[in-house]
């Protein structure tokens, strides 16, 4: 590049035709230069995006071997299926369900899904992959394992698109979930095991409320059976009461009547009677006659003893003196202690006992007067 600078300097043009050659050769130098210069930083920005690519690319091997390991080691079962549910990508985790990925990719899904869900999941594939959307989803379905066993699983996948719609991959993740549903189903049919006793109990419950109200009922029924028999009760005891209230009155009316009666009685006896069985005695001289008489008065005295007790001292005629003598008899006092409670001698008192026992009807009579006269009311 020196010397071409050199050149119109030792070949002086005297021409217009050298001059304007020279002109031309410049610019073309100029231009080269420049264009050195850009491909010189173009080839530096390639450089550096060629080792970021480098570095990206490692980075990008690097995570595809993470993700590799993860997928291999992980106990959970990764796959990735085509549009038509065949098995493109699977990991090393169905050899507990008694397979290889080797034997299992190439083959559609749905042959390892337990026929009772196997339409059921079948129809929900296509219809999303029939949408063309991306679509993420959890569904759970069983399968069956080499040896026939049925697991169940839980499968978090999903489908992706382009975005006109090309179906791309379906990705996702499967767990082995038999022993929760074995507890899940263990706990509804405990549940309803619950639930059948509860409304066996609320069943009883309400038929025992039921005889317990009937039951109710039929004690209000008998307690207004027996306010209704306590009112008539009350009503009969006070008729009762009222005839009571009556009957006292009436036997007291006939037991006045009836001691009028023998008050009647004695007075006649007394007074109508033996003044003249006594004057019959004194006339009479056959000794035979005397005896029927005095068996005569006997039996009047008789007759009329069980009177003679209801009737107060009073009745009998009984002098004041009589009447003191004879309550200190009543009150068991001997003839000496009366004699000198009241200041008298004892042949006085004595002289009143008889006077007494003969008011009384008590002569010849075995009856002890302290007996009689405490009888007496």
């Given amino acids: 590049m020196g010397q071409t600078a050199k050149a119109p300097q030792s070949t002086s043009c005297r021409t217009p035709l050298k001059k304007s050659a020279n002109r031309q050769a410049t610019i073309t130098v100029g231009q080269a230069q420049r264009q050195i ?3 010189h930083a173009q080839i530096t920005q390639l450089t550096s995006a060629n080792d970021a690519h480098s570095k990206t690319r490692e980075a990008l091997h690097d995570l595809e071997r993470r993700y590799q390991s993860l997928v291999e080691n992980i106990p959970d079962v990764v796959y990735s299926l085509d549009e038509k549910g065949i098995i493109v990508t699977i990991n090393p985790a169905v050899a507990i369900y008694g397979y290889t990925p080797g034997e299992l990719i190439g083959r559609p899904f749905v042959d390892l899904i337990d026929p009772t869900d196997r339409d059921r999941v079948v129809n929900a594939y296509f219809e999303v992959v029939a949408q063309g959307k991306d679509y993420t989803r959890t569904q759970r379905f069983r399968i069956l394992t080499r040896s026939g066993e049925t697991r169940w699983l839980e499968a978090n996948c ?3 698109f382009t975005p006109r719609g090309h179906f791309i991959l379906q990705e996702g993740v499967c767990r082995d979930i038999t022993e929760n549903t074995q507890i899940e189903n263990n706990l509804i049919k405990a549940h309803e095991a619950l639930e059948e006793k509860v ?4 069943r009883e419950l309400l038929q025992a409320n039921a005889e317990l109200q009937k039951e109710i009922e039929e004690r209000r029924a008998m307690e207004q059976i027996l306010r209704d028999r306590e009112r008539d009760l009350q009503v009969e005891k006070t008729n009762l009461e009222e005839t009571n209230t009556a009957l006292r009155v009436l036997l007291k009316r006939r037991e ?9 009685v004695m007075y006649n006896v007394k007074k109508l009677v033996l003044p003249y069985l006594h004057k019959a005695q004194k006339e009479i001289t ?3 006659h005397k005896t029927y008489l005095g068996i005569a008065e006997a039996n009047l005295g008789d007759l009329t003893c069980g009177f003679s007790r209801r009737l107060s001292l009073a009745y009998y005629g009984l002098t004041v003196s009589e009447l003191k003598v004879a309550d ?3 009150k068991g006092k001997k003839t000496r202690e009366i004699a000198a409670l009241l200041g008298l001698s004892s042949r006085t008192v004595e002289a009143f006992r008889q006077s007494i026992r003969t008011k009384l009807l008590l002569q010849n009579k075995k009856v002890n007067l302290c007996t009689f006269l405490m009888s007496i009311k």
């Fill in 256 to 264: 006045a009547d009836k001691r009028a009666l023998q008050e009647q």
């Fill in 328 to 330: 200190f008899i009543r």
């Fill in 158 to 160: 999903a489908i992706r």
């Fill in 286 to 288: 056959d000794e035979r």
């Fill in 37 to 39: 210069r850009q491909l």
């Fill in 199 to 202: 409304r066996l109990r609320t």
